[in-house]
């Protein structure tokens, strides 16, 4: 079938981490290419794109030295 993700996230502005994190429902359907860019609320680019591999249930992809909450570009 054809897979669906969900994608949450979370900032923490002590730390500067941002963690985006990703479920799928359909496990025959892995592994799955994501795209992911990080912008600011000015559409300046924090961090350019990167295919990551989604290719469990559950994952999470971890960003440092974000110095402000970033938007996700998928």
């Known amino acids: 079938g ?3 993700l969900t994608v949450t996230d979370e900032y923490n ?3 500067q981490q941002y963690i985006l ?3 799928t429902t359909d496990a025959k ?3 799955i290419p994501l795209v992911v860019g990080l912008i600011d609320p000015s559409g300046k680019e924090v961090h350019s794109d990167h295919t990551f591999l989604v290719n469990e249930t559950e994952m999470a992809f971890y960003f440092y030295n974000i ?5 996700p570009s998928l």
Do not use: D, E, F, G
């Open 29 to 31: 359907a892995r592994p």
């Open 13 to 15: 502005q002590i730390t």
């Open 67 to 71: 110095s402000n909450r970033p938007i």
């Open 2 to 4: 054809i897979p669906t």
């Open 21 to 23: 994190k990703v479920k």
